[in-house]
């Protein structure tokens, strides 16, 4: 899957725009500071992920699950996270209800759709293929 | 700016003003999964977790800036420096201490390594 090193890499311009966001209007982000940003995140993603693996081979599974994750956020003191993150889980698991839902009733529910779910359940599509038990054990 | 797309975004709005709690991922979710799958003995992965992971990372983005910004010299500006600080004083991102080390300037560097009794600090500075 990852065959070059920039494969690990997250997008700079997404990077920059989460930053920008979450600072006061105004303030500038050096370009160092945005390459180094980008570094923490790719290594907290790996840092969560083994951490929450650990969490999963402890209870012998093989999977992680999304109560793995937030046990990791836990585990790396990082539970603060936990709250903010807990909105968009619900949201997510709403969107993939209604998504499921659409699909059942077909045209029918087409016009509670909008645009943003329409391309949240696009990018889940893309991944899904994987294995979909995972949002039961959660 | 999100307060006018629909109405399902309404509450997340409300719960912080950047956004946060929605279920829409900023960052790529295919690259999120390729990282994930790079890490030793994680095969596969369900789509929540990966959003969850995402969605994380937002946050943790979110925390990096604000919190390194507070140890900027200027609030007008988040340098390397401030990330760094951040880095080096919290506990928690230790993980983070061989990735983003503090600068030093070669003065410092070589006066570190003729202290040859701080073996920690000499160490640090051969690898930075």
Sequence with gaps: MAEKVEDLNLPLSVITRIVKDSLPNGTNVSKEARTALARAAS????????????????SSR????????????EETEFD???????ASITEFRKNAQEKKNRLS???????????????????????????????ENA | MVQLTNISD??????????I????????LSRVKTIMKSSPNVDSIGAEVIFTVSKCTEIFL???????????????LLDYKGIAELVNTDDKLNFLSEVLPRKMTFREAKK??????DDDASESSDEA
Excluded: H, W
């Design chain 1, 80 to 86: 603060e996270f936990m709250e903010p993150l807990s």
């Design chain 1, 62 to 73: 093989k999977t992680i699950n999304t109560n793995d994750v937030l046990k990791a956020l």
């Design chain 2, 112 to 117: 570190l390594l003729q202290t040859p009794d």
């Design chain 2, 62 to 76: 979110q925390f990096m800036s604000l919190g390194g910004l507070k140890r900027c010299n200027s609030q007008k």
């Design chain 1, 105 to 135: 009733t077909g045209k029918k529910s087409l016009e509670n759709g909008d645009g943003k779910a329409d391309t949240s359940s696009k990018s889940v599509e893309e991944i899904e293929d994987d294995d979909e038990e995972e949002e």
């Design chain 2, 21 to 28: 709690g929605d279920a829409s991922s900023k960052l790529p």
């Design chain 1, 43 to 58: 290594v907290f993603i790996l840092y969560i992920t083994s951490t929450a693996n650990d969490i999963a081979t402890k």
């Design chain 2, 10 to 19: 309404k509450e997340n709005v409300n719960m912080s003003g950047k956004n």
